[in-house]
């Protein structure tokens, strides 16, 4: 019997976050045969200890700013029929409908699914943008992660379940955002450097529109 899914996560040193995403996975890894493989990026031994008390398997990867080849590290190792990735980040406000998706029976009709990241803007959580992220496909042998950043994994094939589950994320607070720590002071390089070697790939300038939006780097 094929095991139905693999989930696989990037971990890097956010401890508090991590716990609190493999914490909202728990019920899906209870419901559902699954594995979960975290690919850890960081060196705080702290999260390794706290990720070894969900799996066992805990794969480690040295950061080298390609999130695919983060991600490939991941892929290389499931063995899930199906594969669903995620970031210690983001964490699922209800994984029901994902549980009855592969219960039901209902995923042998599909080859890819979706679900809502929910972004927000402030950190009261008042204010948020919705966006569908396709982070779960049936597994192929072709598959690979493309992009050093904002990362897809190729070739995804229809149909796609649309799934209205969604993930919170906290990761592109304005006020984060704009500090020597946030997400857009590390993506904008990468792009650029992407650009740079692809300057035909119209993806990277219409990321970069959005990095520079969320720094309100208007000019």
Known sequence: MKLPLTISLLASNRIATLERCLDSLTPLLRQVPAELIVVFTGTDERVRQAAERYTDQIIP??????????RNAGLKHAKGEWFLYLDD???FDDVTEICDFFQSGECRQYNSAAYIQRNYLDWEG???SDGFVYRMVKRTPQ???????????QPCYSPCKIF???????????????NSTGKTSRNIPLLQKDVQER?????????????????????
Do not use: M
């Not at 300057?199 to 000019?219: A, F, G, H, M, S």
């Open 61 to 70: 990867f040295t950061w080298c700013n390609d999130f695919s080849a983060a």
């Open 89 to 91: 980040d983001e964490w």
């Open 126 to 128: 008042s204010r948020h």
């Open 143 to 153: 598959q690979r992660f493309e992009n050093p950043i904002h990362e897809e994994l």
């Open 164 to 178: 209205s589950t969604y993930v919170h994320h906290y990761g592109y607070i304005g006020s984060i955002a704009r």
């Open 199 to 219: 300057p035909d790939y119209t993806k990277n300038y219409l990321q970069l529109t959005q990095e520079y939006c969320i720094e309100e780097r208007w000019d």
